[in-house]
């Protein structure tokens, strides 16, 4: 039996309503907060791994250097290695122990970069450094990875925020804790002062 006009429209208003109250409940903000976060993550393991890939180049200016300064290479290398081989995943994002030991790794290689940087710090004493075709155009993609690194930071820490304070607000906290069972995700902190800022490799390294 076909309902009746009046009836149809009750239904439809009904159904829409149901629709728009579970929309209203983070249905769609919170999946759509998650997937822009850990987009942003990928960003930001990528632009840690161009920085990884440049290493090896950093062989060809070490031979400016003296044997026993070549161990601090060493290190860079070593270091290397323990950033490429922990990568985390969407679902390792609230995990703070597994950030953790991300950024620990990471900023242990950012400390060996800087410490090579400092030992070629005055070009002066290795004047091999001048005749490397491609000491310059180095030092520029050091710089610039350093630059994109920082702002995928930045940017997958507002993302995160922005995850984080959804599923943590009425009306989305609802669906959040219910249909998805939503944890804060983990912000990327710099561990030391002044991380946040690119540094500048002029002359150094």
């Known amino acids: 039996m076909r309902q009746s006009l009046p009836r149809r429209l009750a239904h439809a208003a009904i ?79 609230s995990d703070p122990a597994k950030m953790k030991q991300f950024q620990e790794a990471q900023n242990q290689l950012s400390g060996s970069l800087a410490g090579f940087g400092r030992l070629l710090a005055n070009v002066e004493a290795y004047p091999e450094l001048k005749s490397i075709t491609n000491y310059q155009m180095l030092q520029s993609q050091l710089e610039g990875q350093e630059n994109r690194i920082r702002i995928t930071l930045r940017d997958y820490n507002a993302a995160v925020q922005e995850y984080n304070t959804t599923i943590r607000t009425f009306p989305d906290a609802v669906g959040a804790k219910i249909f998805y069972g939503a944890k804060p995700m983990v912000p990327y902190q710099a561990s030391t002062p002044g991380a946040e800022v690119a540094p500048s490799l002029e002359g150094k390294l």
């Not at 903000?29 to 997937?35: G, I, N, Q, R």
């Not at 990528?46 to 290493?55: M, S, T």
């Open 15 to 93: 159904v829409g309503g149901a629709a728009l109250s579970l929309a209203g409940c983070g249905i769609n903000s919170v999946p759509t907060a998650e997937e822009k976060a850990k987009a942003k993550w990928a960003d930001v393991q990528a632009a840690f791994q161009e920085r990884a890939n440049l290493v090896p180049n950093l062989a060809a200016v070490a031979k400016g250097a003296a044997d026993q300064e070549k161990g601090i290479l060493v290190g860079v290398v070593e270091a290397r290695a323990k950033a490429t081989s922990i990568q985390l995943n969407g679902e390792d994002l």
